[in-house]
């Protein structure tokens, strides 16, 4: 996609329902909070293309909706080695 509001994204899991209609996409982002409400809004804006492109890449007879969510364990795990590594500092230990 070429929307300049569209930041770096992962996809890290997409969840599909038992009957094959609805998709849960989530989407990491890197970047500030700015940068990830301007991101999530350009993939919630582009969700109908999205869905058309995939409805002519896969073969069901119905194409499933789509949701984004965000994902923000990376930014979680990010933040606990941020401090496993301000704990190693002061103890004096290795890096």
Do not use: C, N, W, Y
């Not at 997409?14 to 500030?32: A, C, N, T, Y």
């Amino acid at each position: 996609m070429k929307d300049p509001r569209l930041g770096f994204a992962t996809v890290t899991d997409v969840e599909v329902s038992g009957d094959l209609r609805h998709v849960k996409i989530f989407v990491s982002v890197m970047g500030d909070e700015t940068q990830t409400s301007e991101t999530m809004a350009a993939l919630d804006s582009a969700q109908g293309f999205i869905r058309s492109e995939l409805g002519k890449r896969i073969r069901l007879r119905h194409t499933p909706e789509i949701s984004f969510h965000l994902d923000t364990s990376i930014q979680h795990g990010a933040r606990v080695f941020e401090l496993l590594q301000e704990i190693r500092k002061e103890e004096g230990g290795p890096e």
